[in-house]
């Protein structure tokens, strides 16, 4: 197998009987990348993460890691460290001690353990704390205890199983920070768990997002929120308005769109005339106080101040939208006539619908 990628699944499937919990999944994870599998509750993806791990063993297909087929392999034997949701950390144990717990079972001497030990601990800020126990420390803290266990194993895979969801929606942000700074300063190859969309853009060099135990796309997570390629992926990345426009003509790369009476032009993605699904990001949308007869009419049915945004629902020509609006000098109450148009970015086709 390659020797540049870190992960490769070749056509793995994993059934519970009659249950497929993924299905004929291939892809490849870069050395040194970090790449999240993101999708809903039931897609598939922390089976996927378990099957990495060698705590779940595959139907059929293949795993490899570093190269090495290790698809019969148990965890033990494979080259990669877990950090749970849970933290999992022993509660009787110091700080020092549970993150020394890997290292204790090589053949490294004392010294050499609490040496690698304090060297995690100042890798991930608490220098200091060995001494404490679990119960001492915050939930980000007890959260960066669990990444020191298992950065001193060095393994060739760090995985991560929805880390951040026993943390507040504050310290959620400077925690998967840290991990993301972490994770490029020491050039980690990692696998991200998550089903929250904004986490996983902010962390991610790649993203696998899965559906019922697919792969529904993959790419960067611009490509992703630019360029969804599907239904699924343009309304889970980011929220979308998905509404139906008209292809009247294609010219070069661009297709002129009729959207609602108002003609734009957007890249038409192989797409050919005819009725097309778009996606329109709630950022995208504009709102204007007066009606005019070049825009689209609309009125605002709810209305939701939330300090550095506003949050409208409408009721348009194409159905009713979410508009997310960051001009904050003018609120509408509900039951404003006012009309719209669209920015030049946050729209675009789909190819399937």
Do not use: W
């Amino acid at each position: 197998m390659n020797n540049k990628f870190a992960v490769e699944f070749n056509n793995v499937t994993k059934a519970y009987g009659d249950v497929r919990a993924v299905l004929e999944l291939s892809f490849t994870i870069e050395r040194g990348k970090l790449v999240t599998l993101l999708g809903p509750s039931g897609c598939g993806k922390t089976t996927t993460l378990r099957l990495i791990a060698g705590l779940e063993m595959v139907t059929d297909g293949n795993v490899y890691i570093g190269g090495k087929d290790v698809t019969t392999l148990p965890a033990t034997d494979r080259d990669v460290s877990m950090v749970f949701q849970s933290y999992a950390l022993f509660p009787h144990m110091t700080v020092l001690q549970n993150v020394s717990y890997g290292l204790t079972m090589s053949k490294m001497s004392k010294a050499e353990v609490s040496e690698k030990a304090h060297e995690g601990l100042n890798l991930v800020g608490l220098t200091g704390y060995g001494g404490s126990l679990p119960s001492e420390l915050s939930g980000g803290q007890q959260q960066r205890v669990a990444v020191a266990r298992a950065l001193v194993l060095e393994p060739e895979v760090l995985l991560f199983d929805e880390p951040l969801s026993n943390l507040d929606a504050k310290l959620r942000r400077r925690v998967r920070e840290e991990i993301r700074e972490l994770q490029q300063k020491l050039g980690l190859t990692t696998v991200y768990v998550t089903h929250d969309q904004e986490e996983a853009l902010a962390v991610s060099d790649r993203i696998i997002v899965m559906n019922e135990a697919v792969i529904a796309q993959e790419g960067t997570p611009h490509q992703l929120y630019e360029e969804p390629a599907n239904l699924f992926v343009s309304d889970f990345i980011g929220d979308a308005n998905l509404v139906k426009a008209e292809i009247i003509n294609i010219e070069g790369d661009e297709a002129e769109v009729d959207l609602g009476g108002i003609k734009l032009k957007l890249p038409h993605r192989g797409i050919h005339s005819g009725e097309v699904d778009v996606a329109i990001r709630p950022q995208a949308i504009m709102l204007n106080p007066a009606v005019n007869k070049d825009e689209i009419s609309a009125t605002i049915l709810k209305t939701s101040y939330l300090g550095d945004h506003i949050e409208y629902t409408l009721e348009s020509a194409l159905g009713e939208l979410f508009v997310i609006d960051n001009q904050m000098e003018k609120q509408y109450d509900s039951g404003t006539e006012v009309s719209l148009t669209f920015r030049a970015r946050g729209l675009s086709l789909i190819p399937e619908s």
